[in-house]
């Protein structure tokens, strides 16, 4: 009965802080008598039973520390910035790790803030947003240099975020809408001097082929009207005579054509028969004359021709 009521639980009892598990990714310190005596590794581990005492267990994972820093810029605006530290126990340094800092995320966050605000000073608010991946290298250029002699590994530093006042980041969208306005405004302006271009170019084509299209249908009419004066002459109509016949045609075919309209008006002079007669016979006259200076200057240039070829 002593056995099984003392012995046996007593044994379990020992058997039961004999041994203990450490997990994956961290390390157990223990001590003996209040004095570190080594570091235990993942695992089934041994100790003393009511002599060794596991001390306390670190983490070897990768951890993550958010610290938000408000401070002053170059021009005289406040920004709070968001640094993000990935860091992690260094293996073969737990011991320092565990002695040294009594609160390792206060000692970072110690370090970031007084980093920032010795870097963000001395730029101007744009220069933040562009140089935050200097002010992250910064940071971590002295948390490495830092942390490393108490065990801990600083594996990147970011600045995730950047939030100036309300004031100024309104007034920053301001500056930034009436930025796009102007751009829109200049393409815009491109665009109405583009329709203004295309549109002259296309009213001067249409000029040149209104203005082709008058040349070729005079060209037409020439050519119409030497054929009636040839027709004329082969029934005995001389030149003259076939002019001053076409161009009186012509004019009745004029005042039939105004004579024709729905809304025209019509006003005809009176006259005699023997002033259209005198008429006709004016217009040969001056059909007759205009022939004739036309024979006399090309006479006139065949001479000159024949001279300047002598």
Do not use: C, W
């Given at each position: 009965?002593?056995?099984?009521?003392?012995?046996?639980?007593?044994?379990?009892?020992?058997?039961?802080?004999?041994?203990?598990?450490?997990?994956?990714?961290?390390?157990?310190?223990?001590?003996?008598?209040?004095?570190?005596?080594?570091?235990?590794?993942?695992?089934?581990?041994?100790?003393?039973?009511?002599?060794?005492?596991?001390?306390?267990?670190?983490?070897?994972?990768?951890?993550?520390?958010?610290?938000?820093?408000?401070?002053?810029?170059?021009?005289?605006?406040?920004?709070?910035?968001?640094?993000?530290?990935?860091?992690?126990?260094?293996?073969?340094?737990?011991?320092?790790?565990?002695?040294?800092?009594?609160n390792p995320a206060d000692q970072i966050t110690?370090?970031?803030?007084?980093?920032?605000?010795?870097?963000?000073?001395?730029?101007?608010?744009?220069?933040?947003?562009?140089?935050?991946?200097?002010?992250?290298?910064?940071?971590?250029?002295?948390?490495?240099?830092?942390?490393?002699?108490?065990?801990?590994?600083?594996?990147?530093?970011?600045?995730?975020?950047?939030?100036?006042?309300?004031?100024?980041?309104?007034?920053?969208?301001?500056?930034?809408?009436?930025?796009?306005?102007?751009?829109?405004?200049?393409?815009?302006?491109?665009?109405?001097?583009?329709?203004?271009?295309?549109?002259?170019?296309?009213?001067?084509?249409?000029?040149?082929?209104q203005g082709q299209g008058i040349a070729d249908?005079?060209?037409?009419?020439?050519?119409?009207?030497?054929?009636?004066?040839?027709?004329?002459?082969?029934?005995?109509?001389?030149?003259?005579?076939?002019?001053?016949?076409?161009?009186?045609?012509?004019?009745?075919?004029?005042?039939?054509?105004?004579?024709?309209?729905?809304?025209?008006?019509?006003?005809?002079?009176?006259?005699?028969?023997?002033?259209?007669?005198?008429?006709?016979?004016?217009?040969?006259?001056?059909?007759?004359?205009?022939?004739?200076?036309?024979?006399?200057?090309?006479?006139?240039?065949?001479?000159?021709?024949?001279?300047?070829?002598?």
């Amino acid at each position: 009965m002593l056995f099984y009521t003392i012995v046996l639980p007593l044994g379990l009892l020992l058997l039961f802080f004999t041994f203990f598990i450490v997990k994956q990714q961290s390390a157990a310190v223990v001590e003996r008598f209040g004095k570190f005596v080594n570091v235990r590794q993942s695992g089934l581990q041994l100790k003393i039973p009511l002599i060794d005492n596991v001390a306390g267990r670190l983490s070897l994972r990768i951890q993550q520390l958010d610290v938000v820093v408000e401070t002053k810029t170059k021009d005289d605006v406040f920004v709070k910035l968001k640094v993000s530290v990935q860091f992690k126990v260094i293996k073969e340094k737990v011991y320092d790790a565990f002695y040294k800092l009594d609160n390792p995320a206060d000692q970072i966050t110690s370090f970031i803030f007084d980093v920032v605000r010795a870097e963000v000073p001395k730029l101007i608010l744009d220069d933040v947003f562009l140089k935050k991946d200097d002010i992250a290298i910064a940071v971590k250029s002295e948390l490495q240099e830092a942390m490393t002699e108490y065990g801990f590994q600083i594996i990147k530093t970011l600045v995730t975020d950047i939030d100036p006042d309300a004031q100024v980041k309104e007034s920053m969208n301001r500056i930034n809408a009436s930025e796009r306005e102007k751009v829109a405004a200049q393409f815009e302006g491109e665009a109405q001097k583009i329709l203004i271009v295309e549109k002259a170019k296309a009213e001067a084509e249409s000029k040149r082929l209104q203005g082709q299209g008058i040349a070729d249908q005079r060209r037409e009419i020439a050519r119409g009207l030497e054929d009636s004066v040839k027709v004329l002459n082969g029934v005995d109509i001389n030149s003259q005579e076939a002019s001053a016949l076409i161009v009186v045609t012509q004019h009745y075919d004029t005042l039939q054509s105004v004579g024709a309209e729905a809304n025209s008006n019509l006003i005809l002079m009176p006259n005699s028969p023997q002033a259209g007669s005198e008429m006709l016979n004016n217009m040969v006259a001056s059909f007759t004359a205009s022939n004739q200076i036309g024979e006399e200057m090309k006479k006139a240039r065949m001479e000159q021709k024949d001279k300047e070829s002598k």
